[in-house]
DNA sequence: TCAATAGTTTAGAATGGTTTTAAATTCTGA
DNA sequence: TCAGAATTTAAAACCATTCTAAACTATTGA
């Protein structure tokens, strides 16, 4: 059920990407434990902590080449910082401002309601909704 | 009613910062034209072209004082490149994935429920939806 | 009116995530 | 095993944004 694909070769080989060393260490790190929000660097960081050597470079042609094969979904909130989600089933997020974290939401316990067609024409191909949330209420002025 | 002050003068004045050539000149292209979705270098240029020499660097420290004081709202879609929306009212975004156009949604015109708390605590600041939309529909694969 | 001071502007350098380049390496199929 | 295609990589380039430190400007109070 989270499982979509018993390895990570099954799963480059749906994608019609060569089975590399990089791709398949990247693939390991980042569906072999359930949903994450991962930006490049960081994930580059796991793979060396790993022992499994792959240059940045790499790292940012693998992420976008998983995004095209529709294994991942780039989340863009913050300027200058991508995160790539592993889930990309029907859902939105959380965004916790304070120290720049990502949650799901579940895709059903949250509903978008009369959204008009595009004034300029065009088709709908998402709809993401990104509930900002800070720490402490800081209110008044 | 789409003219919460008369003039770029007292904006700056209710907004508590000091009515400078270029923050003036500033907020009239900003303000004096409608709601619009600019980028810092795009509000650069028409600065320059209309022979109102404001240098980069005040262009960024203008938009988020104006973020700061609530004149705009900072909206980040995609990585790289953010846009300042000078409707600050409760509403939401088309975005035109072919030429990163951004169009407002008014905010009546869409719901959004049944939004959890959020699991770690904290209180909501804002529900950002964006409406992503592509021109043709090339369906299939 | 005039300084003193606090706030503002600016050119230019620095930053930092991401992309590009071009050469070396690795995969695949015949 | 070989040729051609795909992939990886270090290093450089990119580019929007931020920082720095010096010059400038607005404001205040005497």
Redesign the pocket.
């Known amino acids: 059920m989270t499982r979509p694909f018993a390895n990570a070769l099954e799963l480059l080989r749906a994608a019609r990407?060569?089975?590399?060393?990089?791709?398949l260490a990247l693939a390991r790190l980042l569906f072999e434990k359930g949903d994450r929000h991962v930006?490049?660097?960081e994930l580059h960081g796991e793979a060396l902590a790993a022992q499994m050597?792959?240059?940045?470079?790499?790292v940012?042609?693998?992420l976008?080449q998983f995004v095209g094969a529709g294994l991942l979904r780039e989340i863009v909130i913050n300027?200058?910082?991508?995160y790539f989600d592993t889930n990309v089933s029907d859902h939105h997020h959380f965004f916790y401002e304070d120290d720049s974290q990502l949650r799901d939401i579940p895709g059903d316990s949250i509903a978008v309601s009369n959204v008009p067609s595009p004034p300029e024409g065009g088709s709908i191909r998402r709809v993401d909704v990104v509930v900002r949330v800070e720490k402490a209420a800081h209110k008044g002025r």
């Open positions: 990407l060569r089975p590399t060393r990089q791709r930006a490049a660097e050597p792959v240059s940045l470079a790499t940012y042609n693998t976008h300027p200058g910082r991508s």
